[in-house]
């Protein structure tokens, strides 16, 4: 048997004609919206959970800013030390062309520290899988094989303290 608070969670009108809770509760109820929507304050219409303006009424919904990881550009690689972290941006360093034109990512991308620094490139071990992988920071050149050889794209995300 349904009570009053469940046939109201459901969309179920009471029977009851008396002021009496079951009546409130509905009332209170059919402002509800459905789940991945947000309610204008102002005109009360139902919109997408990213919407920036409310287009009935004009209405500008509040975002909370997004906390980034503070990542800085590196400038010249060759500063870096053992222990820094950097993070390798998808899709940059070498790539291989197939016969339709359509480029083949080769590089490695994700969070690394840094374990050595060599003449063209660096040494690091990435931090979930813990493997370790050179990330090509040479010149642009094409190999004998048919590989675009092209520098990885960096971002400095911490810096190891040095005593």
């Not at 060759?78 to 360093?93: A, E, F, K, M």
């Not at 840094?114 to 493997?131: F, L, P």
């Not at 590989?147 to 794209?153: D, M, N, S, W």
Request: aromatic fraction near 8%.
């Amino acid at each position: 048997m349904f009570t009053a608070h469940n046939e109201c969670v459901l969309g179920i009108v009471p029977l009851q004609n008396s002021i009496t809770d079951p009546i409130i509760i509905y009332q209170k109820r059919t402002n509800l919206i459905m789940r991945g929507r947000k309610l204008c304050p102002i005109c009360k219409m139902a919109t997408g959970p990213r919407t920036k303006v409310c287009k009935n009424c004009g209405h500008e919904f509040f975002f909370k800013p997004r906390k980034y990881l503070n990542r800085k550009q590196i400038i010249e690689w060759r500063d870096l030390q053992p222990g820094d972290t950097i993070h390798v941006i998808s899709g940059s360093g070498p790539y291989w062309l197939t016969k339709e034109q359509q480029k083949v990512c080769l590089g490695c991308h994700g969070v690394f520290t840094v374990i050595k620094v060599c003449e063209d490139g660096i040494r690091a071990r990435h931090h979930t899988t813990r493997v370790h992988e050179f990330i090509y920071m040479g010149p642009n050149t094409l190999s004998p094989n048919g590989t675009h050889l092209q520098a990885h794209k960096l971002n400095l995300v911490k810096v190891r303290t040095r005593p």
